[in-house]
Structures are given as C-alpha cells and as structure tokens.
C-alpha cells in the first residue's frame, strides 16, 4: 500500500479521536489540526496508478520496447501488445499478452510477404500458455502484481526527479536522473553511458488530468527520441477477463518464445 495514504489514513483516525474528545466536558481544548501541504513529488507519485485504481489503458514510447495495453487493478489482469518489424525481413510480428493473476495467453501474428517463408500457421484466438514450457523466456516470469500497474515506470522517473515545479494545472516539469530508473529501459546501457553527466539531468514533463491522475510522462533524450507514457481512458477502458473460447498454445508458439 502507498505510504502516502497509510499516513492520510492515520491522520484522519487522529482527526476522528480528536472530534471525539470534543464531545466530552472538564477536558481542555484539543489544539488545531494543522494540515501538511504535499510537495511536488508527493502529489505526483500520489497520482500514480495503484491497485485502487480503476481499469485504463497505457502506451509506452520512444524506450526500448515500446508496447501498449489495458491495466486492471481490480480484475488483477492486464494486456500488452508489442509491434516488430522483423529485421531483413518484409514480415512485422504482432504479439499480445494477457495476464489474469498467474495465467497467460498469448495472440502472435505475422503480416507482410509472409508467403513461403516457412513460418507457422497460428490460431487466431487466445492460446493458453504453459510457463513451464517457455524455457528462460521472460514469459516464463510473468504473472500479475502490483509493479505492473505503473508499466511505463513513472513512480521512478518522478522518484529520481529533482528540480519539480508546476508550472501550469496540472503540468509539471523538472529533471530526471536516467541513471537511478534503469528499470524503465529508456535508454540502453552504452547509450547512458554516453549520455555521461546528461544522463542525470534529462527533462522531465509530467501532466496531471482534472481528477489528479498521471495522464502523461515524457523524458526527452537529447540526441534520440523521446521517452513517453500515457495513462488514459481511466474507468472506461473494458474489463480483463479469461478467454472463454482460449485454446492450448501449439508447440510452434514455444519455438518462438524461445527465440
């Protein structure tokens, strides 16, 4: 749970006790409450998604493995869909994730002059995946927690943030120190080492929506394209649910997952 709301939490039970101790007579008078205003960082990393959050939809840009999808908080379930062009090839591959808890299913498909180039004919619905079967895949490793409800990595670009003002309604901008969010996989490592000192001062954009929720995050990389998460479509984004007509993944669908 957020540390940020277990001491809201705490402070409102105070609150309760105090109002309480008002009600009696003899006693002395309860001093003012008096509120503490939240810094920049506090209010952002507050508006990061958490696992109160309704469903919504995110995309990653710009790092190095964009992808896209739908968060479930409650339903404990999410998406991600990933688009590849396949190097020396005229193919793109297509693959989306399904997560539900600790089950997995899968979608792959190939599009371009795929003819005679000897790859597999899929199922077009949901193949159940085996973790078992995918070898060291990261696959293999995915299930649904709470680290996945902020896909795009903006606890930590916030977290490493120096310098944040609001500079408008709901806009914030600052730096960033890509050094101390290697999680986020903006930038790969010869590349931040190459960066140099840049690296830990990188603009930070940060957009807030009308009901106090991460809406956008952008780290311009000098010299390459921007890193940009969007967080969007907040309760209105469809519910995750098992796939009633799933069948088992093919054989074909592992070779693959293992490269």
Same mark, same amino acid.
């Given at each position: 749970?957020?540390?940020?709301?277990?001491?809201?939490?705490?402070?409102?039970?105070?609150?309760?006790?105090?109002?309480?101790?008002?009600?009696?007579?003899?006693?002395?008078?309860?001093?003012?409450?008096?509120?503490?205003?939240?810094?920049?960082? #506090?209010?952002?990393?507050?508006?990061?998604?958490?696992?109160?959050?309704?469903?919504?939809?995110?995309?990653?840009?710009?790092?190095?493995?964009?992808?896209?999808?739908?968060?479930?908080?409650?339903?404990?379930?999410?998406?991600? #869909?990933?688009?590849?062009?396949?190097?020396?090839?005229?193919?793109?591959?297509?693959?989306?994730?399904?997560?539900?808890?600790?089950?997995?299913?899968?979608?792959?498909?190939?599009?371009?002059?795929?003819?005679?180039?000897?790859?597999?004919?899929?199922?077009?619905?949901?193949?159940?995946?085996?973790?078992?079967?995918?070898?060291?895949?990261?696959?293999?490793?995915?299930?649904?927690?709470?680290?996945?409800?902020?896909?795009?990595?903006?606890?930590?670009?916030?977290?490493?943030?120096?310098?944040?003002?609001?500079?408008?309604?709901?806009?914030?901008?600052?730096?960033?120190?890509?050094?101390?969010?290697? #999680?986020?996989?903006?930038?790969?490592?010869?590349?931040?080492?190459?960066?140099?000192?840049?690296?830990?001062?990188?603009?930070?954009?940060?957009?807030?929506?009308?009901?106090?929720?991460?809406?956008?995050?952008?780290?311009?990389?000098?010299?390459?394209?921007?890193?940009?998460?969007?967080?969007?479509?907040?309760?209105?984004?469809?519910?995750?649910?098992?796939?009633?007509?799933?069948?088992?993944?093919?054989?074909?669908?592992?070779?693959?997952?293992?490269?």
């Amino acid at each position: 749970m957020n540390r940020n709301r277990i001491a809201a939490a705490t402070a409102l039970l105070i609150a309760g006790a105090t109002t309480a101790a008002c009600g009696t007579t003899g006693g002395p008078a309860a001093a003012p409450t008096v509120e503490k205003t939240k810094t920049v960082t #506090e209010t952002l990393l507050d508006a990061v998604p958490d696992a109160s959050s309704p469903v919504f939809h995110y995309t990653v840009e710009g790092g190095l493995n964009p992808f896209s999808g739908v968060i479930d908080p409650a339903g404990r379930a999410m998406t991600a #869909e990933i688009t590849q062009k396949v190097p020396d090839t005229p193919i793109t591959l297509s693959m989306r994730f399904l997560v539900v808890e600790e089950k997995i299913w899968t979608k792959i498909a190939f599009t371009g002059a795929t003819a005679d180039l000897g790859l597999p004919k899929l199922p077009k619905k949901w193949m159940a995946i085996d973790p078992a079967k995918t070898g060291d895949s990261d696959v293999s490793d995915m299930k649904f927690s709470a680290a996945e409800i902020d896909p795009g990595y903006v606890t930590a670009l916030v977290s490493a943030a120096a310098g944040l003002t609001q500079t408008t309604a709901g806009h914030f901008t600052g730096t960033t120190d890509l050094t101390r969010s290697t #999680e986020a996989e903006i930038v790969g490592t010869k590349e931040l080492t190459a960066l140099g000192e840049q690296a830990k001062t990188a603009p930070l954009d940060v957009v807030v929506d009308a009901d106090g929720r991460i809406a956008k995050a952008t780290v311009k990389i000098p010299e390459a394209a921007d890193y940009e998460v969007t967080y969007d479509r907040y309760g209105a984004a469809k519910p995750l649910t098992t796939p009633a007509d799933a069948v088992k993944a093919p054989a074909a669908v592992y070779e693959l997952l293992k490269g």
